[in-house]
């Protein structure tokens, strides 16, 4: 039977944001790497790290992957990656390409083919990700289950996800690779776009409603994501903003 | 959001075989119903039924099912099913069809659509289906994991085969149905069939080693059920053993 390419392995990671439950995050560590994968980072796992029940739950998966990436924050988890994606199970009301899990694998596949990180978010057991996480995220992925009956659990998720990952890796079609595939630029390098950009806009009185920043920045960001900007239009946009401040200042 | 048709709904069930935790049987009883089917029929169950740990795990699911279908044997659940699978995280050395998830789910999805009635078994937690539960199968389903680290809880498994016969049915193209599709014949006949075959071998002198009997049993089921013969060539295969015998007769 085929196997993932370790390339692939190596460039996918799933991040448990804010996980209640250690066997949970067990059970999550097990269902990655039945699917072959072995990346799993936790940001601000509720009992801390090490966590026994997750060790007990994960046994004999743990030993098999590398030890989890722990960060406070998503964005540290996701520096380097060149498309994030975050499962959500509400509609939001947020400018963002939604994916079925199929349709998100099939996308997955083809940038990690293309030598891209990606990362898939899944929000903490009960309440999900917050609109500051999914806001981080380049695309989201909603499971088409039963509407009556959709819950499921976190590791049931990251199961249906990297399964269908998995599968659109091993039945790809081998294609060979546009020589004009795109190569989105690293996440560290759109957040400092961000973070600029909203610091000038902050000193420029753009935000003039406090209640609303958050949400303008949410969809500043949004607008921002979708466009996946190469590092050499993250410059060009870098050069805009001084640009326009320098002719502001003057 | 689509639904699953109500017909298709009604002509799938999963068989659990021998469960052993109501856990296990309350989890698989959500998995279901998450991917929108509500037909669970159990084998055995080795905590006997109803049973508390069950009903709590699944909680919430069960109100929306009917309740489960409880039998002594795999052969008296699958009376009126046109098609069986078995998963199976084992090679077997029986002659038999071999399916992926994928690949049962697609075949699965064309039964339901010529409107066949399927079934698909789920052996015990530790043990799997023991050879002569697996005999009864048409066909078998591996899940292709990660062979370094495959096993997979009872429910993750009724999920993920649950799953992709759900995306099979909601992705299916909408084809014209062949005038000449066959119709498999109910299980009931090729079980009264291969009895009856059985006990004229038997009569007949065929099984000349007692330990070999069983796999030539099994060899023997495989090869019919393989044939997916119509009522109608069922029929014609009863007629043929009863000249067979008269003519040995005279």
Redesign the interface.
């Known amino acids: 039977?085929?196997?993932i390419d370790q390339q692939f392995k190596d460039h996918f990671k799933a991040v448990l944001v804010r996980p209640q439950m250690g066997e949970n995050i067990g059970a999550s560590a097990?269902?990655l790497?039945?699917?072959?994968f072995e990346n799993l980072d936790l940001i601000n796992p509720r009992d801390g790290w090490p966590d026994p029940k997750a060790e007990a739950m994960g046994s004999?998966?743990w030993q098999?992957m590398p030890p989890p990436g722990i960060f406070n924050a998503v964005k540290d988890s996701i520096q380097g990656c060149r498309h994030v994606y975050a499962t959500t199970a509400r509609s939001r009301d947020i400018q963002k390409n939604v994916l079925t899990g199929?349709e998100a694998a099939e996308d997955i596949a083809e940038r990690l083919s293309g030598g891209q990180k990606i990362a898939v978010l899944f929000g903490a057991e009960r309440t999900g990700l917050t609109n500051d996480e999914t806001a981080l995220a380049h695309s989201l992925i909603t499971i088409?289950?039963?509407?009556?009956?959709?819950?499921?659990n976190l590791a049931?998720s990251v199961?249906?996800i990297a399964?269908d990952i998995?599968?659109a890796l091993?039945?790809r079609r081998e294609e060979p690779l546009s020589q004009n595939a795109i190569i989105p630029a690293p996440y560290q390098d759109i957040d400092l776009l961000l973070s600029r950009l909203e610091e000038e806009l902050e000193k420029a009185g753009f935000f003039r409603s406090k209640d609303l920043k958050p949400k303008t920045i949410h969809n500043l960001k949004s607008m921002i994501l979708r466009a996946e900007m190469t590092e050499q239009e993250i410059r060009t946009f870098h050069g805009i903003i001084s640009a326009l401040i320098s002719k502001k200042a003057q």
Do not use: H
Not at 33 to 36: I, K, R
Not at 144 to 152: R, Y
């Open positions: 039977m085929q196997e097990r269902a790497l039945n699917c072959g004999g998966a098999k199929r088409p289950l039963n509407q009556e009956f959709s819950s499921l049931q199961l249906l399964y998995r599968m091993l039945t």
